[in-house]
């Protein structure tokens, strides 16, 4: 998807002694090089530290400076792992007595390379005290280098979605493949970096932001000043000292833009959203690709995109800031009496794994038990450009962006400080490293939607409107099941909480409970109209549940799977659908694998055909008084007779997904469940199933 923006011609009428009628928008633009002048230099980026003693290529802090007639701010993003919060504060205090711009208008920032020397201690590694001091200065000479080049100037702004150069890098462990973490419990059930194709994984625990964001400005005259640009992809993986993908794409973007002989133009890619995102897909073989290949593939995106834009004058610019207060999550009393045992077993010498690291975080963290955070957000014209302190999962990147009240919104992460990983609440019962107790993971559970929350304030507050609310059309599918009138229709589109919201009229919203990841890919030919992805839960060891009135013996329930589940992985059935004593699901070994399974019970009935693996299928189960039919992609598949058991009650207590109280049986995903108080026809069954496909 490409937005553009339309110039509005206008005639200047400016009346001696009279304010202009739009504001005198100027930018201004520099760079400087903050490679390290002495070896070695400290690294972080992984566990323990590393040591660097070349230049792969070459560091920069690059900085844009805006000005209207009102306001005047700043934005610079540097080549390092992140920029501590009170580096940042010192660096902010001394350019702005060389600029006039106040703290609060300056927004730091780091691209995240994993291959620059440490000006922060981050897990293993320790500062690099000489190169903080010396990154600080180039820190505040790029701040005050762009002020000092403010010019009259037009921006344009567009984005274009790249889903070919990032992946959700974290995925869903099968059951039976939990992990243990570094503490020795049992609690991984969501690992990044899975290996490509690699079985023991169910599929990604999030969606993908795939929006590659571009804000560009230049001379009233078309020569371009700069550019700044923001996408949610973690880090290629280049060898020390580099600025990985972000220095190459910058530099293939100046190739690109810049005016035979000019130098001043400056390229700038900031980190979007990418705490659970990298560039492997792996759900596909393997694939190998450098960071200078990576940026100019990525660089070539953008400059189609940079090729559309139009640019205004009247650029109107509004920030805001706030501070938020967040609790850590402190160790209990067991994990630091764990913690101690493993340091005091080092006998002084340097940390050498990963547990002794988390052994180490646990102290670290104990003893700043609150943080307080950064949070900014920018308005120019119509674009929203937000700052958040963290490394933020692409789910709530989405989440913004889709309430912003301004046309196009992105985020820039890891912001005025470093505060960790902010998984949306429900990962963390998905355990892994994203959620350890650390530095680098360690506030409270609630802290992302607490950000979120505060962060579409600031957009509310400089936009000067309320937030949008999610609204979706729906398609054929969704349009069909709703005139076949429903009890209760879950589509499966939330992106947050417990409830799971009834599309039909009735009202009979749903929980969701248990394990539950959100807003994965969906069915698509179920989903929404035009091209707005159809979005479903995975449910890994979760359910949906519901209270339905007035369902009797006569009832109809379908839904979309998508089963994550290999044939042999389970001894038991993968519940889909369960009301009472009655239980739909899909054989596991020794139960017709893969195969429908019927139960009521002791009354079992099985299909003939196995339902499809990791790809997604209809399911019908039809009830009327004794007689009971399964539909897989609308061919029956099971047709037999049950007992009558009890009279209908007033109220069914139905599950999509496991079951309380059973052992866990089934991962993946389950979309569109509705439930008839009737028995749909084979031909309505099959018209659905037909529409759904589409």
């Given amino acids: 998807m490409l937005r553009e923006v339309r110039v509005r ?305 009247d650029v109107r610019l509004a920030m805001a800031e706030t501070r938020l207060r967040l609790r850590r999550r402190y160790p209990d009393e067991r994990r630091l009496a764990w913690a101690a045992k493993t340091l005091a077993a080092l006998h002084g010498k340097p940390l050498s794994n990963q547990a002794e690291v988390m052994a180490r975080e646990q102290f670290l963290v104990a003893a700043a038990p609150e943080r307080e955070l950064i949070l900014q957000a920018i308005r120019a014209g119509d674009l929203g450009i937000t700052a958040i302190p963290n490394e933020v999962f692409a789910l709530t990147g989405l989440k913004l962006k889709a309430r912003s009240p301004l046309g196009q919104t992105f985020h820039i992460t890891l912001a005025n400080g470093a505060e960790g990983y902010i998984p949306p609440p429900e990962q963390h019962e998905l355990g892994g490293y994203t959620t350890w107790i650390a530095r680098s993971a360690g506030l409270e559970v609630e802290a992302e939607p607490k950000i979120a929350e505060a962060v579409l304030g600031l957009l509310e507050q400089v936009a000067g409107a309320p937030r949008r609310q999610e609204s979706h059309a729906n398609g054929p599918y969704a349009s069909a099941v709703l005139r076949a009138g429903p009890a209760a229709y879950w589509r499966g589109s939330e992106m947050e909480g417990s409830r799971a919201h009834d599309s039909s009229p009735s009202g009979n919203h749903g929980k969701y409970e248990g394990r539950v990841a959100f807003y994965l890919e969906g069915p698509p030919g179920a989903g929404f109209s035009g091209k707005e992805i159809n979005r479903a839960p995975h449910y890994a060891g979760g359910r949906l549940s519901a209270t339905l009135p007035g369902l009797g013996r006569d009832y109809t329930v379908e839904m979309w799977v998508w089963n994550g589940l290999p044939a042999e992985a389970r001894a038991v059935a993968g519940w889909l659908f369960a009301r009472g004593g009655e239980a739909l699901g899909i054989g596991g070994a020794g139960e017709s694998p893969g195969k429908l399974l019927f139960s009521a019970g002791g009354t079992q009935l099985r299909g003939r055909t196995a339902a499809p693996g990791k790809s997604w299928a209809h399911v019908a189960l039809v009830r009327q008084g004794q007689s009971v039919r399964a539909y897989l992609d609308g061919v029956l598949e099971i047709s037999g007779e049950i007992a009558a058991h009890g009279d209908p009650l007033p109220t069914a207590q139905v599950y999509a997904g496991d079951r309380p109280g059973h052992a866990e049986s089934f991962a993946g995903k389950l979309d569109e469940i509705a439930v008839y108080a009737r028995a749909l026809s084979a031909g309505e069954i099959a018209a659905h199933a037909a529409l759904g496909r589409k």
């Fill in 9 to 313: 011609r206008l005639i200047p009428m400016l009346l001696l002694g009279a304010a202009p009628a739009w504001p005198a928008f100027r930018a201004g633009a520099h760079a400087v090089d903050a490679t390290p002048e002495t070896f070695p230099v400290v690294v972080s980026g992984g566990f323990l530290p590393r040591y660097a003693e070349r230049v792969v290529a070459p560091l920069s802090i690059r900085a844009l400076v805006l000005e209207d007639s009102r306001i005047r701010l700043a934005i610079a993003v540097a080549d390092t792992l992140f920029v501590p919060r009170e580096l940042a504060d010192r660096a902010k205090r001394r350019a702005s007595l060389q600029t006039g711009i106040p703290p609060s208008r300056m927004l730091v920032a780091a691209t995240h390379t994993h291959a620059a020397p440490c000006i922060a201690g981050a897990l293993g590694a320790d500062e690099d005290a000489a190169y903080a001091a010396y990154f600080e200065d180039r820190l505040v000479e790029a701040v005050v280098g762009a002020a000092a080049r403010l010019q009259p100037a037009s921006a344009g702004w567009t984005a274009i979605e790249d889903f070919a150069h990032t992946f959700c890098r974290r995925w869903i462990l099968r059951p039976d493949r939990v992990r243990r973490d570094p503490f020795g419990d049992p609690t991984v059930r969501a690992n990044m970096h899975p290996g490509y194709q690699n079985p023991d994984f169910v599929g990604p625990s999030g969606p993908v932001d795939p929006g590659l964001s571009i804000f560009s400005v230049q001379t009233p005259d078309g020569r371009p000043i700069a550019l700044l640009a923001n996408y949610s992809m973690h880090y290629v993986g280049a060898e020390p000292v580099s600025p990985d993908y972000f220095g190459a794409f910058c530099r293939a973007l100046e190739r690109r833009i810049r005016p035979e002989g000019d130098r001043d133009f400056v390229a700038i890619m900031s980190q979007g959203t990418s705490g659970d995102q990298m560039w492997m897909d792996y759900g596909q073989p393997a694939r190998k690709v450098t960071a200078e290949e990576y940026g100019e593939e990525l660089a070539a995106v953008a400059h189609t995109a940079f090729q559309r834009i139009a640019y205004r004058a």
